[in-house]
């Protein structure tokens, strides 16, 4: 696609052709109409990440398993012997938005810092590693498929975690 802006259509609706529309033509499943509403006792350990706080919005459910979304938190203190785990996503399209906090991160050897309203779309199987973040990080997560394997690699990034911005 190149990089010019989307030009997006607005039709009438007896333009408009129900049998060739983007859900028609996607394959994905029937989706359901879903809100999800803030409440603190919603943001649970993951199983995998005991360092995190995930609070699920409910739209794998609401997309018949195609999307997860989520909103990250910081369950305790940047510990790099828990986190720093060079890994990558097996996963067709990931992004991650920064609500609050920052967050220091390493992609294929390039370092980031990532702070309030940064964006990044995370490539399928990129390799990476957490270097630090601070204690009130809030992310919006976006993953399709929903469901997704984390696959941990036996090898080092090169660059050292580190607790500070």
Known sequence: MPDDKIQLKILKESEFDPASSQQKKSGWPKQAFHVSHLREEDFKTDGFRGWALSRDLGMAKATGGMVEAHVNRRARPFDPDAVSKRHFHD??????????????????????????????????MIKHT???????????????????DTVNLNEQSGIAPDPRR
Do not use: N
Not at 97 to 105: A, D, E, N, Q, S
């Open 130 to 148: 957490v270097l630090g973040f601070s204690d009130d990080l809030e992310l919006l997560e976006m993953i399709i498929p929903a469901q997704y």
């Open 91 to 124: 996963t067709q399209f990931q992004m991650v938005y920064v609500l609050t906090g920052w967050m220091r991160i390493e992609f294929e050897g390039q370092e980031h810092l990532m702070k309030p309203g940064s964006c990044w779309l995370q490539p399928p």
